[in-house]
């Protein structure tokens, strides 16, 4: 690894918190001993094992070969032969039970009132009848849909509904720009966006259609958009091309029988960043992915039907796709689904929420976690809070102080806590406490699901000692991986199966203790977790150096005290480009237009020249300590073709503090 410090683990809890007796009692993996014997079940026999669990799925032909894999060609399948349909899984098959009317989907809007519930039967229809739509525009088996909405309804019912005629949906978070909307759908050659005229974001408007415009300006293959009204902002519809979701909807039939699907057919693609200047578009297959979210969602939530599970996350990141989609709904769960922000109006609109629909199982962010922390015990204290019984966390790890916070303020000291280590490329939960069986540690991911192999591997590919920080690989396929990149196979390759040759390299650092347990240290790569969200260094730069004052940029991550991280970029401007205050607010803007107001830098600094190798390669680990204030620990400097560079680094660094 560049940087072996940065996964030298610093951690020294020792808090431990075993599950109460009457959670495991109830629970479906009841005991340490239980999920020890099942998973060592799971490791020894995969294929038995997942067998067995398959028939939790519904399929319409039984597979014939439950695994295969060429670990040269990274070829991996799951289920051959096996037919089925997602939204048949999400859908029909419990709109025909006793759930036909239970509610699969609640909303909430961010105005208080906006409330729209779905039982699993009106859901069905609503999926139905944009699937007709969808065949209407001429989309068929195969072709990529882009999806750019807000977190309302006609989201989950549009990804549902491409499931129900075999498209492959693309959905693109609404907050990402324009240009990166625009390279996402030609990526992966989209027929067909489904957008929205805007959306409300912590009482404002953003302009999604907009946006939409801009990124359609251009060459691409989109034939049609068609556009949700939410928040009535002015749009311009073009001729032949534009047409409201509530004018197709109003004649559209509520039949439509699903598409019968392999289960190596692709279900989805959503880009992700990683190191290099492009995302990439990971795609899931249909058999393998809804079995591996439906067994992890049953058991990590220990879900019940007479729960009501409330992901926070946005349906845009692979979060939602798998635990507020996919997951609950091919469980036959009561999914809530959330508009806005946790601190607009107040900063208690998560607790109000929990209150008002009596919330169960509650996952959410670390990031979220510390902004509601810092605002005090009285805006939890005062709602009712009652009803969880399970917490999770997701998307970066959570500091042992938030995880206190969590536990005791949000959870009443009895609610176990799911620290879920996971990624996009994963399809669902890897690394996790089954709450009914695993002691908690704050801050600790603990140990593997079922069926998942992990190693922690030192830069010789030899396993690292107990406490030993090293690269996290799982060592075999399990179902939910992903099982490409859309269209480049080589990257898909090169990315995650070349640095140690058929392990699946996850891009993490982590370290095992006494225990066995498992701590994930961070990206060991140079990927960016601001607030969870996942920002490639590699973005930013091009997106700063594509501005006409820049020569260089250079892009490492520092420590914040709510987002987690923070993207700290260093800057050479062009010669003769004098250094002004105002430029560097330029540049944030110009980074918020080109990738997105999620990649804005925290900071910039201006830099004669950036820290190199003697063949010209720029020095991150330096860069990361001085972004960081550490200035006092650079490391070795001798292998830079000019140690002078740094000094001024740290001199103009301390004056940027001042
Ligand atoms: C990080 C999000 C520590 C990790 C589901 C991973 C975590 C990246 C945890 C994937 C956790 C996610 N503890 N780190 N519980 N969960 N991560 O693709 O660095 O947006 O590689 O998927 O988030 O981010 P992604």
């Known amino acids: 690894m560049s940087d072996a410090k940065t996964i030298e683990s610093v951690m020294d809890e020792r808090r431990r918190f075993p599950p109460s007796k009457e959670f495991s009692e109830s629970a479906h993996i009841k005991s340490k001993e239980t999920y020890e014997e099942m998973y060592r079940g799971s490791i020894r026999d995969p294929v038995a094992f997942w067998e067995k669990w398959a028939k939790e799925i519904d399929w319409y032909t039984p597979w014939t070969k439950t695994f295969d894999w060429d670990p040269k060609e990274v070829r991996i399948e799951w289920f051959r032969g096996g037919k089925l349909n997602a939204s048949h899984n999400c859908l029909d098959r419990h709109a025909r039970s006793w759930r036909k009317n239970k509610a699969a989907l609640i909303w909430q809007g961010e105005p208080e009132n906006d409330v729209r519930t779905f039982t699993y039967q009106q859901l069905l229809a609503e999926v139905c009848k944009f699937a007709n739509v969808l065949k209407s525009k001429g989309v068929k088996k195969g072709d990529r849909v882009a999806i750019y909405l807000p977190m309302i309804p006609e989201l989950p019912i549009a990804m549902l509904a491409c499931a129900r005629i075999g498209a492959i949906h693309s959905i693109v978070f609404g907050g990402f720009s324009s240009e990166s909307l625009k390279d996402r759908i030609a990526d992966s050659g989209c ?10 974001r912590g009482g404002k408007l953003v302009a999604l259609k907009a946006n939409g415009d801009i990124a359609l300006a251009k060459e691409h293959y989109v034939e049609n958009v068609v556009v949700v009204k939410r928040t009535g902002i002015p749009v ?26 392999d289960a190596e057919d692709p279900l989805f693609i959503l880009y992700t960043s990683g190191s290099t200047g492009k995302p990439k578009g990971v795609l899931h297959t249909t058999g393998g992915y809804m079995l591996y979210v439906l067994l992890t969602f049953k058991w990590i939530f220990d879900y019940r039907d007479e729960d009501t599970f409330w992901c926070t996350a946005d349906i845009g990141w692979i979060t939602g796709h798998s ?41 959410t962010a670390p990031t979220a976690i510390r902004a509601l922390m810092r605002e005090g015990e009285k805006w939890p204290g005062s709602r009712d809070l009652s009803s969880i019984r399970l917490l999770g966390s997701v998307g970066e790890a959570i500091n042992p102080e938030a995880w206190m916070w969590y536990y005791n303020v949000i959870g009443g000291g009895k609610c176990p806590i799911v620290d879920t280590w996971w990624q996009t490329e994963t399809g669902g939960i890897l690394i996790t406490p089954l709450p009914g069986a695993t002691v908690l540690k704050p801050g600790c991911a603990t140990v593997p699901f079922f069926g998942i192999d992990p190693g922690i591997l030192r830069e010789d590919a030899t396993e690292a000692d107990i406490n030993e920080g090293g690269y996290l690989v799982i060592k075999k396929p399990w179902p939910g991986i992903m099982r490409t990149v859309y269209g480049q196979h080589e990257r898909f390759k090169d990315i995650y199966w070349t640095r140690f040759p058929g392990v699946y390299l996850t891009g993490d650092g982590a370290r095992r203790d006494e225990d066995g347990d498992i701590w994930i ?9 601001v607030s969870g969200h996942r920002i490639g260094a590699a973005e930013v730069e091009s997106a700063l150096v594509s501005h006409k004052d820049v020569a260089e940029a250079a892009v490492v991550p520092m420590p914040h005290p709510i987002k987690g991280e923070a993207i700290f970029a260093f800057v050479t401007l062009k010669a003769g480009v004098p250094e002004r205050e105002e430029l560097k607010k330029e540049l944030i803007q110009h980074v918020r237009q080109q990738v997105g107001p999620i990649a804005a830098p925290e900071m910039i600094q201006f830099a004669n020249a950036l820290p190199k190798t003697r063949s010209g390669k720029i020095m991150r680990r330096i860069l990361r300590r001085i972004a960081t204030g550490n200035v006092e620990e650079l490391g070795d400097t001798t292998t830079l073709a000019d140690p002078s560079v740094v000094d001024k680094l740290v001199s103009s660094r301390k004056e940027l503090v001042k």
């Open 521 to 529: 240290v961070g990206r060991v790569d140079d990927v960016i977790k």
């Open 236 to 261: 311009e519809m073009k001729e032949g091309r534009d047409t409201w979701w509530h004018d197709e909807m109003e004649t559209a039939s509520t039949v439509c029988e699903p598409e019968v699907m």
């Open 191 to 200: 027929k067909i966006l489904i957008t929205a005229d805007g959306s409300y």
């Open 323 to 363: 635990y507020i989609v996919y997951g609950p709904l091919a469980a036959g769960a009561t999914t809530v689904m959330f508009e806005g922000i946790p601190t607009y109006p107040q900063v208690d609109r998560y607790w109000r929420i929990v209150e008002k629909f009596k919330v169960n199982i509650f996952y």
